[in-house]
């Protein structure tokens, strides 16, 4: 039984077993932190070069071409649920816009 902390499923609930499957071998590798980790990377060099604490995903995608648009979006939620960015409630190009926490912001 699911209980209230953990995190949110990486598939959906109307996704074929074979997501669910992938999903769990992605956490077991460790390869979801990493890829998280390497976002966050990203994402704290984009607004360090834009001098700026906030950014949409599209913004990360055309300054760092490491990620495509819908790896960075992934990830932004499990990035959130980790106390390391979160959203501003305004929208940017279509986009919402999110920023860094206080505290990631010097890394």
């Known amino acids: 039984m699911k209980t209230l902390f953990e995190q949110p499923p990486l598939a959906h609930t109307n996704d074929p ?4 499957d992938a999903a769990d071998k992605m956490v077991e590798s460790g390869a979801l932190a990493r890829q998280e980790r390497l976002v966050l990377v ?16 599209k913004e990360i995608v055309k300054w760092n071409t490491r990620f495509d648009y819908h ?9 959130r649920n980790k106390g390391k960015i979160e959203r501003t409630g305004e929208k940017r190009g279509g986009c919402c816009v999110w920023k860094l926490k206080e505290t990631e912001n010097g890394r």
Do not use: E, Y
């Not at 990203?42 to 995903?57: E, K, N, S, Y």
């Open 42 to 57: 990203a994402i704290q060099d984009v607004c360090r070069a834009l001098g700026r604490t906030d950014f949409t995903p």
């Open 71 to 79: 790896t960075i979006q992934r990830r932004l939620s499990g990035l």
């Open 17 to 20: 077993l074979t997501s669910f």
